[in-house]
């Protein structure tokens, strides 16, 4: 990695010497390349300026001057980062990082301070970035960026530059520093305005006041501003890019109004005179139980629920929801309205005179032979301890690609010792519950934790678990198990539960 930064910056570099030479003196623009030294160990640790803690990469900056004392700037900076693990922090090692930053350059060397022909020209500056770390699950920040520069004049549109600053983050515990060390190559003076020699007749068609030459609506009467071209509604947009071109809009709406403000077009709201929302094409949603499924869909309005039952909830989890369910808190089948069937003899456990041998209904559920149950002192089958820390272990460890239900490979492992438990106990059922933090929409979160569930059943049927022996359920955020205001908390709150039952 340290290798291509460096190639990429020297690069750069040579592309812009040979143009550097060849601009106008007034220069309002500026680019920089330099090597790039990253330091996330030393703010962790307070161990500052250590070679033993920095990582490298390159940077490209373009510079804006604004005015004698102000420059503004916006630096892209690619390389590697290198932290260890701290409360809230995951370590990462070699990582690939990537930030894009605004800055507002404050020149010391203005007429105020310092001459501004001076050969050191020292300056300040202070911004916003966006940072992104690779390796990280949560690897967006946003950071503060704040240091100090110099410029040394090599030629006439050439400077040496070195920087350092100090990055404050504004979402998590990566501050950090950052020394540049570059060329920076000024250029962009003014257009030279040369004065017509003779007066060129023109024609106008349209009578507009734009000439045919550059009007690009000739034939039709429009408006300077737009070359020509008309705003027939005159809402600042004109009429070849607006989509209602005869009602005064907004130019977010390609031209189009918002009666009803909230935030859909009137051509594509269907409900205009009423706020609405998107889901629902503009129109007013109710959905009193915030599952996601507008109450007028909703087979169980006052129940939040899945949208495969139609908003209707399953308490157990055994794939029949509750309205159909005839035991809704037992783990059942389907075949027998949501209720136990051990034996699978059509007849319920609780109404089954003998629930663990399969019967006929005319001896109450025993077999034909047998007058009553046969009673055997048996040991009760038990889940062991060695099994449940299987399960505890893969609650904390089975992780799913960022906002999608798509397992990881690191996952796999664990699953797989799962399905051994299962092929190697016939009288095991296993409950999949799946769980959110409580960032973003309610009915997302709850749909996301249902599909991670559902991710792992299909894992383990692929393995060979019989799915009628496996359930699956999304709870959403409604069941956090830590603090949703801290990182920590949260990645604890996304899980995925595995709970063994006896059959």
Do not use: W
Not at 152 to 170: A, D, M, P, T
Request: hydrophobic share 30%.
């Amino acid at each position: 990695m340290r290798k291509t930064a460096i190639a990429l910056t020297l690069f750069c570099f040579m592309v812009a010497f040979n143009s550097a030479f060849a601009q106008i003196s007034e220069n309002r623009n500026a680019l920089t390349y330099k090597f790039l030294v990253s330091d996330y160990n030393g703010p962790l640790t307070e161990s500052y300026f250590e070679p033993d803690n920095f990582t490298y990469g390159g940077e490209m900056k373009y510079t804006r001057f604004l005015n004698r004392s102000f420059n503004i700037g916006f630096p892209l900076r690619i390389g590697e980062v290198n932290f260890p693990a701290a409360d809230s922090l995951s370590s990462a090692t070699n990582s690939l990082f990537g930030s894009l930053d605004l800055n507002l350059i404050y020149k010391l060397n203005n007429g105020y301070l310092l001459k501004e022909t001076s050969f050191i020209s020292p300056y300040l500056f202070a911004g916003i970035g966006a940072n992104y770390i690779q390796e990280l699950d949560e690897n967006m920040d946003a950071q503060i960026p704040a240091g100090l520069g110099f410029d040394f004049k090599l030629g006439k549109n050439v400077r040496l530059q070195l920087q350092s600053e100090y990055r404050y983050s504004l979402m998590k515990e990566y501050n950090n520093l950052r020394h540049t060390a570059g060329l920076k190559f000024m250029f962009g003076g003014g257009d030279p305005y040369t004065k017509p020699d003779a007066v060129i007749e023109t024609t106008d068609m349209d009578g507009d006041g734009v000439d045919d030459t550059a009007d690009k609506c000739p034939d039709v009467a429009g408006l300077a501003k737009f070359s020509g071209c008309p705003d027939s509604d005159d809402d600042g947009v004109q009429d070849i890019n607006d989509e209602c071109p005869n009602k005064a809009g907004l130019a977010r709406f390609k031209g189009c109004p918002d009666t009803d403000g909230d935030g859909i077009p009137d051509n594509k709201d269907k409900c205009p005179e009423e706020a609405g929302k998107r889901a629902y094409e503009g129109c007013p949603a109710v959905d009193s139980d915030r599952d996601g499924i507008n109450d007028d869909k909703d087979k169980c309005p006052e129940k939040r629920g899945l949208t495969r039952f139609d908003g209707c909830p399953d308490s157990d989890g055994d794939g029949t929801p509750d309205p159909d369910d005839k035991c809704p808190g037992t783990i059942g089948s389907k075949d027998s309205d949501g209720c136990p069937d051990t034996d699978k003899d059509g007849i319920i456990d609780s109404e089954d005179k003998c629930p663990t041998t399969a019967g006929i209904p005319e001896k109450g559920g025993c077999p034909e032979q047998e007058e009553a149950p046969v009673i055997t002192q048996q040991p009760a089958p038990v889940v062991t301890t060695a099994v449940q820390e299987v399960m505890d272990y893969a609650m904390r460890s089975v992780q799913f690609e960022t906002g999608s239900s798509t397992l990881k490979l690191s996952s796999y492992g664990v699953l797989d010792q799962i399905s051994e438990i299962m092929l190697n106990n016939g009288n095991y059922s296993l409950s999949i519950a799946g769980h959110t933090d409580n960032q973003g929409n309610d009915a997302q979160n709850l749909q996301l934790s249902e599909n991670r569930a559902k991710a792992c059943f299909n894992y383990l049927v692929k393995k060979g678990i019989d799915s009628s022996r496996m359930s699956y359920i999304g709870y959403g955020e409604t069941q956090p198990i830590a603090d949703n205001e801290r990182s920590t908390g949260r990645a604890q709150n996304r899980r995925v539960e595995f709970s063994i039952f006896i059959r």
